[in-house]
């Protein structure tokens, strides 16, 4: 019992707790995070203790800021919804979009393009919502679809906090429709008219 202890405690002390050893594995983390995470979560994420991530988070959000005389970067580290997260800067909207719009076109998979149909007709829809009804992971297919610009976030779950997608004007414009209620019923597509789209009144 007791070399299980010791051994816990050493897994659970193996990584360096101070500011800077914590703010390089919180960036790590970050750069991988679609939607905020609380700080709880990132300090499980991070093995480190609450308080130092809190620390941590400030130094981030103060060298991105350039507070700390370096420069200020084009992205910036952002608490909301009760997570933080890593967002490009507000006035650098316009080269992203720029950026996005030079990209070769290319088809959408089949994954993307039933992901896209679940936001479509469940939209306010979480990721994990979309996860749920189509039973795989959709991490990498939604951040595709943003980037396509066809899904956009359009605001954090109440008691979750998670980031709310919603379709773009960009996509009615690429089906030829004027509003997402111009999109033909689901129930004549399914087999009983509700599987996987529960509480659909279309």
Same mark, same amino acid.
């Given at each position: 019992?007791?070399?299980?202890?010791?051994?816990?405690e050493s897994e659970t002390t193996a990584w360096p707790q101070d500011v800077g !050893? $914590?703010?390089r594995r919180l960036e790590a983390v970050l750069l991988i995070l679609d939607e905020p995470h609380s700080v709880v979560a990132l300090a499980a994420a991070v093995s480190a203790p609450v308080p130092a991530v809190r620390k941590a988070i400030a130094a981030l959000v103060?060298? @991105?800021?350039?507070e700390? &005389?370096?420069p200020r970067r084009g992205f910036e580290l952002r608490e909301v919804g009760g997570g933080w997260r890593l967002y490009v800067r507000e006035e650098y909207d316009r080269v992203i979009t720029e950026f996005l &719009?030079?990209?070769q076109p290319a088809r959408l998979s089949q994954a993307a393009l039933e992901?896209?149909? $679940?936001?479509? @007709?469940?939209?306010?829809v979480?990721? &994990?919502? $979309?996860? !749920?009804?189509?039973?795989v992971n959709v991490d990498s297919v939604v951040r595709t679809l943003v980037g396509r610009g066809l899904i956009t976030e359009v605001g954090h779950d109440g008691e979750t906090g998670a980031i709310l997608y919603g379709t773009t004007d960009?996509?009615?414009?690429k089906l030829g429709v004027n509003t997402i209620d111009e999109l033909p019923h689901i129930s004549p597509l399914l087999d009983d008219g509700s599987t996987g789209f529960e509480e659909i009144a279309r």
């Open positions: 019992m007791t070399d299980d202890i010791r051994t816990e !050893s $914590v703010a103060a060298d @991105y800021d350039g700390d &005389g370096g &719009g030079t990209q992901t896209l149909a $679940v936001i479509a @007709y469940k939209q306010p979480t990721r &994990g919502q $979309v996860a !749920s009804i189509r039973a960009a996509l009615l414009e």
